[in-house]
């Protein structure tokens, strides 16, 4: 992992979070905007997965428990998918809130993925 961009990667779920919690609370349903936001966490998601698969390769190797890390990666992929069909089928504000909720998770197990990637540093 790469630490700067996994802050990046931070900072964008937490402004997501804060966008479309913000929205639902306002009694709003959920829009490009909202869901856009949780695409964008989702692709530096995917950009992240890229960087730990070629990382080892130039030298960046991790520390940590490689499986942990892993599963991570791939259970934090699954979550913005599943929260945008969420607000797709359901679309009260509370849909909003449970995209915020997905990236706040995501942003969470982004700072866990670096803790196990430079576990031994």
């Known amino acids: 992992m ?3 961009f996994t802050w990046v990667q931070f900072g964008v ?3 997501a979070t ?4 913000v929205t639902g609370l306002a009694k709003r349903q959920p829009n490009d ?5 949780v695409a964008l ?4 998601l995917i950009a992240q997965l890229v960087v730990a698969i070629v990382a080892p390769a130039t030298g960046n190797h991790a520390t940590g ?5 892993y599963i991570y990666i791939v259970v934090a992929l699954l979550l913005p998918p599943l929260a945008v069909v969420w607000a797709l ?11 915020g909720a997905g990236t706040f998770a995501v942003a969470v197990m982004v700072v866990r993925m670096l803790q196990i990637w430079t576990a031994h540093r």
Request: proline fraction near 0%.
């Open 18 to 21: 804060l966008f479309c919690v």
């Open 65 to 69: 428990s490689v499986v942990e890390f």
């Open 41 to 44: 966490v989702w692709l530096l």
């Open 13 to 15: 779920g937490m402004a």
């Open 89 to 99: 089928v359901d679309r009260s504000r509370w849909s909003n809130v449970v995209l």
């Open 2 to 4: 790469i630490e700067w």
């Open 33 to 37: 905007y909202t869901v856009g936001s």
